[in-house]
């Protein structure tokens, strides 16, 4: 029997009102996310990408449709339940890294596991351990602002994997940086989703960066499409306008 993917959405719709307009971000967005596969989403700017994200998180509510999770519905859960969900099975990168300023890179990536309640101990462990999986050990004690963009990038990967996440929601991590630094992050995403089988999702406006996924998507204006070699021929079917 196959495995139920790891994110399932299905009729996945978004709708803003804008006075009497309604603005359709997402419209019958349907997306399968399998368990340990590197989805990339790509489209034009405003075609609904970090929406797409963002409702699936749960952070943002959906107009219309279902949000499955390894086969458990999500929908009409309280925030709070939301909340518990994404500190246990989610992790975020994000374009602007979103690093505690004040913390050092081993705090920011303690940070996860100190709001699930884990030991000082583990929390401090787990850092060690995953800053040495991105090339950081060495700036352990570095605040974000004594970082460069690449590292602080870097970082944002190892707190994202603080919590050991079933599935990793990247929005445009590689939009800050510059060409070599985003080959190196991206080969970097691939490496962890090869090596733990964590699944990811990624929304990007790149094609290098969408050629790093096993499966790949593109959102724009009613049309979808994927089929990477040696993989499925869609990893869903998307529509959206907006």
Known sequence: M?????LEARGLS????RGDVAVDALRGVDLVV???????VTGPSGSGKTTLLLTLAGLLKPSAGTVRFRGAALDGQSDALWARFRRRHLGFVMQSFSLVPYLSAREN?????????RARREQYERAEALLARVGLEHRALHLPRELSAGQQQRVAIARAL??????LLADEPTGNLDPALAGEVLELLAGVNAESGTAILMVTHSPQAAAAGTHRV?????RAGARPEGA???????RSRG
Do not use: C, I, W
């Open 2 to 6: 196959a495995a139920e993917p790891v």
């Open 14 to 17: 978004k709708q803003y009102r």
């Open 34 to 40: 399998p368990e340990g596969a590197f989805v990339t």
């Open 109 to 117: 990536v303690m940070l996860p596991l100190a709001l699930l309640g």
């Open 162 to 167: 603080a919590n050991a996440p079933a599935l």
């Open 218 to 222: 593109h959102l724009d204006e009613g």
């Open 232 to 238: 499925p021929a869609t990893a869903g079917s998307l």
